[in-house]
T-cell receptor, first 112, second 115 residues
Framework: DAKTTQPNSMESNEEEPVHLPCNHS???????IHWYRQLPSQGPEYVIH???SNVNNRMASLAIAEDRKSSTLILHRATLRDAAVYYC?????????????FGKGTHLIIQP | GEEVAQTPKHLVRGEGQKAKLYCAPI?????VFWYQQVLKNEFKFLIS????????ETGMPKERFSAKCLPNSPCSLEIQATKLEDSAVYFC?????????????FGPGTRLTVL
């Protein structure tokens, strides 16, 4: 499985944008980039996914480098509720029933 | 239901005892997954089902762990003769399975403590 590398932790201030990086230099052409997050004492929840183009949804934006070797999850205006561990996960096309391979993720701390 | 339900929330077992965890996937979801989170950030995929059929069990410690998803019943994960290292939070997830709209929806987890 292609691996991802994320910083262990990041800190940001409330109501400011947050950019969470992920390196995946061994990504293959059929791998999608997925992001999940785990709020304290909860199960993980899906955030966003993309293949080549940048993606936006109500939770976040995903910026994917042209060579696809890295990506950045963008929270446009962080709130205290966004404090969580964020996981960048690669999923092979068609692998709808494959288990997710979680790395260690980035622990995002939001300061009021 | 609209959420993945897991019971019990907490389970305490003495070493060597049996533990059984339950999961009700979201209605209409064909795929069920079990994960083990031992330390705060370390997840391990255990097993997945497509309806009542095992799809991928590469992560299952086969000697003591077993799982089932039977029609019209919650899915279950059973650990025979629990060991101290089985102490973890066990998460169940479900998905529609249709690529690429196959995000996994997770339940709140069952915290198993083996004493």
């Amino acid at each position: 499985d292609a691996k991802t590398t994320q910083p262990n932790s990041m800190e940001s201030n409330e109501e400011e944008p947050v950019h969470l990086p992920c390196n995946h230099s061994t990504i293959s052409g059929t791998d999608y980039i997925h992001w999940y997050r785990q709020l304290p004492s909860q199960g993980p929840e899906y955030v966003i996914h993309g293949l080549t183009s940048n993606v936006n949804n109500r939770m976040a934006s995903l910026a994917i480098a042209e060579d696809r070797k890295s990506s950045t999850l963008i929270l446009h205006r962080a709130t205290l509720r966004d404090a969580a561990v964020y996981y960048c996960i690669l999923r092979t096309s068609g692998g709808g029933a494959d288990g997710l391979t979680f790395g260690k993720g980035t622990h995002l701390i939001i300061q009021p | 239901g609209e959420e993945v339900a897991q019971t019990p929330k907490h389970l305490v077992r003495g070493e060597g005892q049996k533990a059984k965890l339950y999961c009700a996937p979201i209605k209409g979801h064909s795929y069920v997954f079990w994960y083990q989170q031992v330390l705060k950030n370390e997840f391990k995929f255990l097993i997945s089902f497509q309806n009542e059929n095992v799809f991928d069990e590469t992560g299952m410690p086969k000697e003591r762990f077993s799982a089932k998803c039977l029609p019209n019943s919650p899915c279950s994960l059973e650990i025979q003769a629990t060991k101290l290292e089985d102490s973890a939070v066990y998460f169940c997830a479900s998905s529609q399975g249709q690529w690429p709209y196959n995000e996994q929806f997770f339940g709140p987890g069952t915290r198993l403590t083996v004493l």
